[in-house]
């Protein structure tokens, strides 16, 4: 009788656990750079939408006069120069930098659309007012809470302590954590 010989087809045991062992190494290196990809994957898309946000309020900032005592129809009056008839700007008096938003011209922390000049806009600036800030709906005129998340910190000081005709605006924006965005500007005294 002939004695036939079994051809092997198929994996050994062995050759089954080497083989799991093996994906199982390469699965979790994959899983260890994929990860923190994943995690800042939305970072395009909040830098995106802060540098909107940024140019946006920037933009409807340095809109405004330099000084609720400058002239504002562009006249040639401008506070703290030589101009017959100019007056000192806010709170410069060569070592100064406390500006604050004009209370006692109308202008209240809830209707930026009567802010005049830029020192009104100092201040922290949140979606619906929260944490003792401003409400950042207003700013930008948006009720449907597109930026949810965000915060806007503004600054306003005179680039100068010695010269009021320059004054720099600082805006940081931050959402969650992300890290903060920052925009500055300046605004003179013309």
């Keep these: 009788m002939h004695s036939r010989q079994r051809v092997s087809s198929g994996f050994t045991l062995i050759e089954s656990v080497i083989v799991i062992i093996v994906m199982g190494l390469a699965m979790l290196t994959i899983a260890n750079f994929l990860v923190p990809q994943i995690a800042r994957s939305g970072d ?45 700007c806010s709170a ?49 005129g948006d009720s449907n809470g597109t930026y949810r998340n965000f915060r806007l910190d503004i600054t306003v000081a005179y680039a100068n302590a010695s010269d009021a005709s320059l004054k720099r605006i600082s805006l940081t924006l931050s959402a969650s954590n992300h890290t903060p965005i920052s925009f500055i500007g300046y605004r003179g005294n013309y």
């Design 92 to 140: 410069f008096n060569g070592n100064s930098r406390s500006l604050r938003i004009d209370s006692d011209r109308g202008e209240t922390d809830d209707n930026p659309n009567r802010y005049d000049d830029v020192d009104d806009f100092i201040g922290c600036w949140t979606p619906n007012a929260t944490a003792g800030c401003h409400d950042l709906n207003h700013l930008i």
């Design 44 to 88: 395009p898309h909040y830098q995106t939408r802060a540098a909107a946000l940024g140019q946006s309020v920037m933009t409807q900032i340095l809109a405004r006069s330099f000084d609720h005592h400058s002239d504002f129809q562009g006249g040639l009056v401008r506070c703290s120069s030589s101009d017959t008839g100019a007056t000192d």
